[in-house]
């Protein structure tokens, strides 16, 4: 199946017909919890307007595989072999148009960090992720080294629990993933948007244990007061475009 055929529901075109790479998400997690707006502030460039929901900003926690990376061209040999990524993040709007800005993103993979790192100007960060399925469960722990050698820990597990369904625009279900752009930024301060295409989301309700976070300890962000929303997702196949200075400062 062609992903390009299906553009209906996206926001705006596409770039271009020219994609750089496509990548395989399988069996991810979503958790998303409310967080006041001027808490998250000071962690965002002042060029990026955080987005909300009914007056509300959401941080967010991404669990997934990423189970091959294709360079456009060749569509069936993966670049890397997969592995677990684990990402923080938010959501953002630069001239109107929403997307996701990440705050930190765990992988033990050599290639995201060494290339994608400095490619994309994105928080990459050198962790030991375990991930593993047991039933119809999935099991997670990740742990890197933070500030003055204080791990930087996650661990739980989580289980899908209802039908597939496809959120309804307007929905905070559909508000949370559907999104089809990053933004990122460098020690400069210069903005960076980075193109991305995929099918709708198929959602799942999920049930999560979560056992241990900390993911949260380096922006000091105290969300313990209220639990997260839980979706997971079969995954998809996406498609992703050069990354392009969009504000210099």
């Avoid at 900003?57 to 189970?67: H, N, P, R, T, Y």
């Avoid at 899908?160 to 990053?182: A, I, M, N, Q």
């Avoid at 900390?214 to 997971?232: C, K, M, R, W, Y």
Wanted: charged share 15%.
């Amino acid at each position: 199946m062609n992903i390009m055929n299906d553009l209906s529901h996206r926001s705006w075109p596409l770039p271009s017909k020219y994609w750089i790479m496509r990548q395989t998400w399988r069996n991810l997690l979503f958790l998303h919890w409310p967080i006041p707006l001027n808490i998250l502030r000071p962690h965002i460039p002042s060029s990026l307007q955080i987005d909300t929901f009914n007056g509300s900003a959401w941080l967010g926690v991404i669990v997934f595989v990423l189970e091959g990376i294709y360079p456009r061209g060749i569509s069936s040999v993966s670049l890397i072999p997969k592995f677990p990524e684990m990402n923080v993040r938010t959501y953002v709007t630069c001239d109107g148009k929403p997307g996701i800005y990440f705050l930190s993103i765990d992988v033990e993979n050599w290639a995201s960090l060494k290339i994608a790192k400095r490619w994309f100007h994105l928080p990459y960060y050198s962790a030991q992720i375990s991930f593993r399925k047991e039933g119809q469960s999935f099991h997670i722990h990740s742990s890197r080294n933070g500030n003055f050698n204080t791990p930087i820990l996650f661990k739980g597990k989580y289980v899908p629990v209802s039908e597939v369904y496809f959120p309804k625009e307007g929905t905070l279900d559909h508000w949370l993933t559907e999104r089809y752009c990053l933004y990122s930024s460098n020690n400069g301060g210069n903005i960076y948007c980075g193109e991305i295409h995929h099918p709708p989301w198929p959602l799942q309700k999920a049930e999560i244990e979560i056992f241990r976070n900390t993911l949260f300890s380096p922006f000091h962000f105290d969300i313990s007061q209220v639990g997260p929303i839980a979706h997971f997702s079969a995954g998809v196949e996406s498609l992703m475009w050069n990354i392009k200075k969009i504000r210099t400062y």
